[in-house]
Nanobody
Framework: QVHLVESGGGLVQPGGSLSLACTVSGRSFSTSAMGWFRQALGKEREFVAASRWIGGAAFNSYYSNPVKGRFTISRDSAKNTLHLQMNNLKPEDTALYYC????????????????????WGQGTQVTVSS
């Protein structure tokens, strides 16, 4: 059984930074496609960022347009941990952030879709407010 546990959420002022972490246990992490989604109150869950293995020790990163240039996804295979560095945060980034492990080897277009995810974390709240 796979467990994904997020940490690092909190309250931050606009323009500030937060770093989220997701520790994965129970399943191989090294080549799994991993990502972050978020869900704001009253809205659907949406894609934020993903890391997909492309061979050897190489991974590609993908971002939604609202976070591109501000968020960075990274992974530490030695610690089975996925990270999301969030800079220049805006009030519209306020949401519950979920760590995700995708099913199999997803094609590019399926990364944006929650239905492509096999395992979810419990979520960590990020609130951007002055």
């Amino acid at each position: 059984q796979v467990h994904l546990v997020e940490s690092g959420g909190g309250l931050v002022q606009p323009g500030g930074s937060l770093s989220l972490a997701c520790t994965v246990s129970g399943r191989s992490f090294s080549t799994s496609a991993m990502g972050w989604f978020r869900q704001a109150l009253g809205k659907e869950r949406e894609f934020v960022a993903a890391s997909r293995w492309i061979g050897g020790a190489a991974f590609n990163s993908y971002y939604s347009n609202p976070v591109k240039g501000r968020f960075t996804i990274s992974r530490d295979s030695a610690k089975n941990t996925l990270h999301l560095q969030m800079n220049n945060l805006k009030p519209e980034d306020t949401a519950l952030y979920y760590c995700a492990r995708y099913r199999g080897s997803p094609i590019l277009s399926s990364l944006w879709v929650p239905e492509s995810v096999d395992d979810w974390g419990q979520g960590t709240q990020v609130t951007v407010s002055s």
